[in-house]
């Protein structure tokens, strides 16, 4: 197939250039301890400094692959996929959700949302960043509010955030991994003094696994 025609399928989200997919436990957020196939779609351009993920960034680097392929590999080993990134809405999601449902799996989402939501979704993580804040109607949409505290400054952040949600988003405070002895102590405390909010660990970091 020529490039532009590959060009052409990637834009309208029926190739997704895919990293890497693996079946693991969903380590973080509401849905913790929980066995997903994960989907890592590449290309981000939000730029986090701390991001464990920055090969992810450059979406030419990951071979753009068939969703049909992705979804069939996906079924094999689980109900639950978690589609992330890189920045996973930088793509039109809706083909591939619409191949997800139509097999009966439920569609997960972890998305910075800097760009418009797309795609048909049973659970969507919300993960702010300062540098490209969210696009409007996903706050509307979003089942839980991840925000990564890597800072004191970021506590502001999270509240900032929270008070776009919709009434039913789970508010989650995350240390960010690289400083978690110096954060997680400041994130516990938070909790307890605003409970509204709860913690967020890396479950699947301290367990070893992907
Ligand atoms: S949004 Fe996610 S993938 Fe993109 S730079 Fe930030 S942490 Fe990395």
Known sequence: MKN??????????????????????????????TAAYFIRVGGCDVGCHWC?????????????TAIKQIVDN???YSDTIVITGG??????????TTALKNKGL????ETSGAYTLSGDWDWICLSPKKNKLPEGRIYDEAHELKVIVYNKHDLIFAEEQA??????????????????DKVVPMIVDYV??????????????????P
């Open 163 to 180: 008070a776009q949600t919709n009434a039913n988003c789970i508010l989650y405070l995350q240390p960010e991994w690289s400083v978690r």
């Open 106 to 109: 439920k569609t997960h989402i």
């Open 52 to 64: 464990d993920v920055k090969e992810s960034w450059n979406a030419e680097t990951h071979p753009p």
């Open 192 to 209: 307890m003094n605003n409970p509204k909010w709860k913690v967020s660990l890396q479950t699947h970091k301290y367990l070893n696994i």
């Open 87 to 96: 920045e996973p809405l930088m793509w039109d999601m809706t083909p591939i």
């Open 74 to 76: 996906a079924a094999k």
């Open 4 to 33: 532009e025609e590959v060009l052409e399928k990637v834009n309208k989200g029926v190739y997704l250039p895919l990293m890497e997919e693996f079946y693991t436990i969903q380590g973080e957020g509401f849905h913790k301890g």
